[in-house]
């Protein structure tokens, strides 16, 4: 049986020893070393990566209290250096330490059990046994567990005999195990767990809480700690350098400067709207000056579907009775007419646009298609043009 390495010791990420066994199963290699600091998936804590001599270790898991490392290539060598990815160990273990110190407090301050724990390289979360939690209860929760980290209390590790258990304050006891692997936090809690640990709580650095979400009727609580959170505070604190360069303004002053300019968004807006709304007057003038009233056809360079609406109305207000009207800008074409004619302009579009690639629908007086180049528009014009009997 392999010496796990990082159940006495979590700080070793480098060492020397010797391949005991190698199994090949669907093109990967399952190692088993004499020693091992490779931690394999469990508990929550995802497993180390590395290196065993020269081969990447792409997974590590344990079956039957043994481990195995998973790698893409036979290593021929008996004797081997192995390193482990120290900063993803350390992730890991703030992260592990981290859980315990807070799901400690949840319960500590407002009898909140922790359901389950889970760790990627993009989230941490708890989900706990409670159906809300408050801003103020989070706040205090995030105050209270950095305070712990602060107050720097030693984190023991050591195995009790199963029947020694009660002796302790020990919420949940892993079923079917004998003897017990403890991880006590000094003066906060006694925790049966596998995984690693901090030596004290300061090595967790910092947690922050970042947000909840219902999940199944619980709350499933994110958080962050120690080089994690720096590395999400960098980019932050970098994202809000850019934002304040870009909008020439403070950072206090970066909210405030963007309501602003949201404001002044839609006041450019409603500008434009009025103003469209009158070169949609002139402009439907104009195309039945041109066209006459009967049928009108027009295919713009630069309009939206939602302005194609706008000069679509006007003709109608304008006696208008076929209206087709296309944009380039998003070869989109809009049929409309008057509901004096027998035509249905949704059936147009349903029967005839796909011989065009086109794909749209709606009703007798009005309907939409959207084709996928504006040679295709066009050729679909025409055709409606000559070959639909209208
Ligand atoms: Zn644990």
């Not at 290196?51 to 790698?71: A, P, R, T």
């Not at 009727?217 to 120690?226: A, D, E, M, S, V």
């Not at 009108?296 to 109608?316: A, M, N, P, R």
């Not at 796909?354 to 309907?367: C, F, L, S, T």
Request: charged share 30%; hydrophobic share 35%.
């Amino acid at each position: 049986m392999t010496e796990k390495l990082f159940y006495t010791d979590p700080k070793v990420f480098e060492w020397t020893t010797e391949i005991t066994g190698v199994f090949e199963h669907d093109d990967l290699y399952y190692v088993t070393l004499k020693e091992t600091a490779f931690y394999p998936e469990g508990g929550g804590q995802p497993a180390d990566l590395g290196w065993i001599g020269n081969y990447e270790v792409i997974d590590c898991i344990k079956k039957d209290e043994e481990v195995f490392h998973v790698l893409n290539t036979k290593p021929e060598e008996k004797v081997v250096d192995c390193k482990i990815d120290h900063y993803r160990r350390i992730d890991h273990t703030q992260h592990h330490s981290g859980q315990h110190l807070l799901s400690a407090i949840c319960l500590d301050l407002f009898g909140i059990n922790t359901l389950s724990f889970h760790l990627s390289n993009e989230t941490a979360t708890i989900d706990l046994d409670v159906s809300s939690l408050s801003d103020e209860q989070l706040n205090k929760i995030e105050k209270v567990v950095n305070d712990h980290i602060v107050a720097n209390h030693k984190v023991n590790v050591f195995y009790i005999n199963r029947d020694e258990a009660e002796k302790y304050d020990i919420r949940k006891i892993p079923e079917g195990i004998d003897r017990l692997r403890i991880v006590q936090i000094e003066n906060i809690e006694y925790n049966a767990c596998a995984g690693t640990h901090v030596n004290s709580t300061s090595e967790i650095g910092l947690l922050k809480l970042l947000k909840t979400e219902k999940m199944k009727g619980k709350i499933r609580l994110y958080f962050i700690c120690g080089l994690r959170l720096l590395k999400d505070y960098t980019e932050k604190h970098q994202l809000i350098a850019d934002l304040s360069k870009l909008l020439t303004t403070g950072q206090d002053l970066l909210l405030n400067q963007v309501e602003k300019l949201k404001e002044a968004n839609k006041e450019k807006e409603r500008n434009y709207t009025t103003l469209f709304n009158q070169y949609a007057d002139l402009l439907a003038n104009q195309i039945i000056k041109e066209q006459g009233k009967e049928k009108v056809y027009q295919i713009f360079q630069e309009l939206t579907i939602k302005e194609l609406g706008i000069v679509s109305q006007k003709l109608l207000e304008n006696e208008a009775q076929l209206i087709v009207l296309g944009t380039k800008n998003e070869n989109k074409l809009l049929i409309t007419q008057s509901g004096n004619l027998s035509i249905d302009c949704g059936k147009i579009v349903k029967e005839e646009a796909n011989k065009y690639n086109g794909k749209g629908g709606g009703n007798a007086k009005r309907a939409q298609c959207s084709f996928t180049n504006e040679q295709s528009l066009e050729q679909f014009v025409l055709h409606i043009k000559e070959k639909i009997n209208i």
